[in-house]
């Protein structure tokens, strides 16, 4: 990344920061005089970019990851990890930054979208109201109702209402559907390139229509089946399918990722990274691990679904999300809650202090399209096909090696980057009859679909697995926690405690209590 980038990338966190009171409010002017509706886009989108993903790679990632059974917890070196998570104790303090950041980041979107600029920013206004969605659809999908329509509007709007989460749905399908006319129909001859400004794209205006296309798939699908029941939905749900079919989505090769400059320094370093890693410095040097890098490791149920024991699969996947601790044998699980060493983040998942931070994986986007052509919602395409290219692009993205997976080949001239392709094509072959993770051998493919992703995912995006959790109810027979005493998984976030205090007689007509949230579903979740 090149220094004026980095120059660039501080200033606009810098100001980012200065434009948000105590009460996570958009505000017109720092303290230091500067209007920030008089800053061009330019200045603003890196940090716009950049400081709601840090949310989203870490901690959003976490919570996912230990809210099904993906992640467990190091009882021999952390004391009680993850207790307040297998214990399900959520109150409105849990995971409360969430939403706080949330909210509060992704003002400066807002700022692009609606503020008047003396030349033509239509390309930054469109890539703002796509990037927003992705956040908002988050955010409706672990809370439900939210302000949307006044939030980030005037600094005196200190109380926003709160607007019904299936209005938010329909209106984040409508903000995607306008961006990607303004990025399609802008005057090409007086429109301002994205250029270095931004971080997740680099300026490729049809990877951004792609993305705007596979976000709406995914709410369009979140919302698939309480659409079948709702007349009004339905409608919505069919126009916007049938425009879908003659739209592009992210693809093969084509991950979403966000790298504003990211170094081996303090606060600097890919957040996963810095949360889930090493200390700045002293990447891959035993005894400089964050905490959460002490703490984290695999469950059982995922070790030895993925070691072939509970399916009789082996899925070389396993060696690249996790790895060995000192005196393991072979990679080991624990059950949530349990007294056992798991072992850690592997290599997959940690590559380096500077690694991309992935928004939107192309195999999750393959999974979507998969889904959406098995239930007839697309026509174009081949739902198996993509499936089988959604697994593909999985062991490619984690690095798979034939030596994780296979005997050495005999040719000892096979061209070394192919190997993720034969790992993916042996483990297709062989999962492709079993029931559950393979296409022809599950029932209902939807099964497969969403229990492949969850392999794919866990470490990468966990708000995603489980979300989708959540939405199918697969993967099937998994596990609860050891030390709750609670039946079943929650569903959904408590709102914050900031709330609360901040904006108390909107929030307060939801008397919302700890049970809100195992028993109070998103609308989208009719299982």
Same mark, same amino acid.
């Given at each position: 990344?090149? !220094? $004026?980038? *980095?120059?660039? &990338? !501080?200033? /606009?966190? #810098?100001?980012?920061?200065?434009?948000?009171?105590?009460?996570?409010?958009?505000? *017109? =002017?720092?303290?230091?005089?500067?209007?920030?509706?008089?800053?061009?886009? =330019?200045? $603003?989108?890196?940090? +716009?970019?950049?400081?709601?993903?840090?949310?989203?790679?870490?901690?959003?990632?976490?919570?996912? *990851? !230990?809210?099904?059974?993906? %992640? /467990?917890?190091?009882?021999?070196?952390?004391? #009680?990890? &993850?207790?307040? =998570?297998?214990?399900?104790?959520l109150t409105t303090d849990f995971y409360d930054n969430i939403w706080d950041n949330l909210m509060a980041r992704t003002g400066n979107l807002t700022q692009i979208i609606t503020n008047e600029y003396p030349d033509n920013y239509d390309y930054f206004k469109g890539v703002s109201k796509i990037y927003r969605a992705f956040y908002f659809q988050y955010l409706v999908d672990l809370y439900g109702d939210i302000p949307f329509t006044d939030i980030h509007q005037r600094s005196d709007l200190l109380f926003p209402e709160y607007d019904d989460q299936v209005d938010v749905y329909i209106s984040l399908i409508e903000d995607i559907n306008d961006a990607i006319a303004q990025i399609q129909n802008t005057d090409t001859s007086t429109v301002v390139p994205l250029g270095s400004s931004d971080v997740i794209m680099n300026g490729n205006m049809t990877k951004w229509i792609k993305f705007g296309n596979t976000i709406k798939l995914r709410i369009l699908l979140r919302m698939s089946d309480v659409a079948q029941t709702n007349p009004e939905l339905q409608t919505i749900f069919n126009t916007e399918f049938e425009a879908l079919n003659n739209a592009s989505f992210i693809n093969f090769g084509e991950d979403v990722t966000i790298n504003p400059g990211y170094s081996d320094e303090l606060d600097r370093m890919n957040p996963f990274v810095e949360t889930f890693g090493y200390d700045p410095g002293a990447f891959g040097i035993t005894g400089n691990q964050t905490f959460s890098n002490l703490r984290a490791g695999p469950t059982t149920y995922l070790v030895e679904f993925l070691n072939g024991t509970s399916n009789g699969v082996s899925d070389a996947r396993l060696q690249r999300l996790y790895t060995t601790r000192s005196g393991q044998d072979d990679i080991q699980g624990n059950t949530q809650g349990g007294s056992e060493q798991p072992s850690r983040i592997g290599p997959g998942l940690l590559i380096s202090p500077q690694q991309d931070g992935y928004i939107m994986t192309a195999s999750e986007s393959l999974f979507l399209q998969s889904e959406a052509i098995f239930k007839g919602y697309l026509s174009s395409g081949n739902a198996k096909s993509l499936f089988e290219s959604a697994i593909l692009s999985s062991f490619v993205r984690l690095g798979v090696d034939t030596d994780d997976f296979l005997p050495p080949p005999d040719d000892e001239d096979l061209d070394e980057s192919t190997t993720p392709e034969i790992? +993916?094509?042996? &483990?297709? /072959?062989?999962?492709?009859?079993?029931?559950?993770?393979?296409?022809?051998?599950?029932?209902?493919?939807?099964?497969? $679909? $969403?229990?492949?992703? %969850?392999?794919?995912?866990?470490?990468? *995006?966990?708000i995603e697995t489980w979300i989708e959790y959540t939405r199918t109810g697969f993967p099937s027979n998994m596990p609860l926690p050891d030390i709750t005493n609670r039946p079943n998984r929650p569903i959904r976030l408590l709102y914050p405690t900031s709330e609360y205090t901040g904006n108390s007689a909107n929030v307060g007509i939801y008397n919302q209590t700890v049970d809100t949230a195992f028993d109070n579903p998103i609308f989208w979740d009719v299982n």
């Amino acid at each position: 990344m090149k !220094t $004026i980038n *980095n120059i660039k &990338y !501080t200033l /606009s966190l #810098a100001l980012l920061f200065l434009t948000f009171s105590c009460n996570d409010v958009l505000v *017109n =002017e720092d303290p230091n005089g500067v209007a920030i509706d008089q800053l061009p886009p =330019e200045v $603003i989108l890196p940090g +716009a970019f950049t400081v709601p993903s840090e949310t989203f790679l870490s901690t959003m990632n976490g919570l996912g *990851n !230990t809210m099904i059974a993906t %992640w /467990s917890g190091n009882a021999q070196q952390v004391q #009680a990890p &993850y207790f307040e =998570e297998f214990q399900y104790q959520l109150t409105t303090d849990f995971y409360d930054n969430i939403w706080d950041n949330l909210m509060a980041r992704t003002g400066n979107l807002t700022q692009i979208i609606t503020n008047e600029y003396p030349d033509n920013y239509d390309y930054f206004k469109g890539v703002s109201k796509i990037y927003r969605a992705f956040y908002f659809q988050y955010l409706v999908d672990l809370y439900g109702d939210i302000p949307f329509t006044d939030i980030h509007q005037r600094s005196d709007l200190l109380f926003p209402e709160y607007d019904d989460q299936v209005d938010v749905y329909i209106s984040l399908i409508e903000d995607i559907n306008d961006a990607i006319a303004q990025i399609q129909n802008t005057d090409t001859s007086t429109v301002v390139p994205l250029g270095s400004s931004d971080v997740i794209m680099n300026g490729n205006m049809t990877k951004w229509i792609k993305f705007g296309n596979t976000i709406k798939l995914r709410i369009l699908l979140r919302m698939s089946d309480v659409a079948q029941t709702n007349p009004e939905l339905q409608t919505i749900f069919n126009t916007e399918f049938e425009a879908l079919n003659n739209a592009s989505f992210i693809n093969f090769g084509e991950d979403v990722t966000i790298n504003p400059g990211y170094s081996d320094e303090l606060d600097r370093m890919n957040p996963f990274v810095e949360t889930f890693g090493y200390d700045p410095g002293a990447f891959g040097i035993t005894g400089n691990q964050t905490f959460s890098n002490l703490r984290a490791g695999p469950t059982t149920y995922l070790v030895e679904f993925l070691n072939g024991t509970s399916n009789g699969v082996s899925d070389a996947r396993l060696q690249r999300l996790y790895t060995t601790r000192s005196g393991q044998d072979d990679i080991q699980g624990n059950t949530q809650g349990g007294s056992e060493q798991p072992s850690r983040i592997g290599p997959g998942l940690l590559i380096s202090p500077q690694q991309d931070g992935y928004i939107m994986t192309a195999s999750e986007s393959l999974f979507l399209q998969s889904e959406a052509i098995f239930k007839g919602y697309l026509s174009s395409g081949n739902a198996k096909s993509l499936f089988e290219s959604a697994i593909l692009s999985s062991f490619v993205r984690l690095g798979v090696d034939t030596d994780d997976f296979l005997p050495p080949p005999d040719d000892e001239d096979l061209d070394e980057s192919t190997t993720p392709e034969i790992a +993916a094509s042996t &483990y297709i /072959s062989n999962s492709n009859n079993v029931s559950g993770i393979g296409w022809d051998g599950t029932s209902n493919k939807l099964e497969a $679909i $969403i229990t492949q992703k %969850w392999i794919d995912l866990g470490g990468t *995006n966990g708000i995603e697995t489980w979300i989708e959790y959540t939405r199918t109810g697969f993967p099937s027979n998994m596990p609860l926690p050891d030390i709750t005493n609670r039946p079943n998984r929650p569903i959904r976030l408590l709102y914050p405690t900031s709330e609360y205090t901040g904006n108390s007689a909107n929030v307060g007509i939801y008397n919302q209590t700890v049970d809100t949230a195992f028993d109070n579903p998103i609308f989208w979740d009719v299982n």
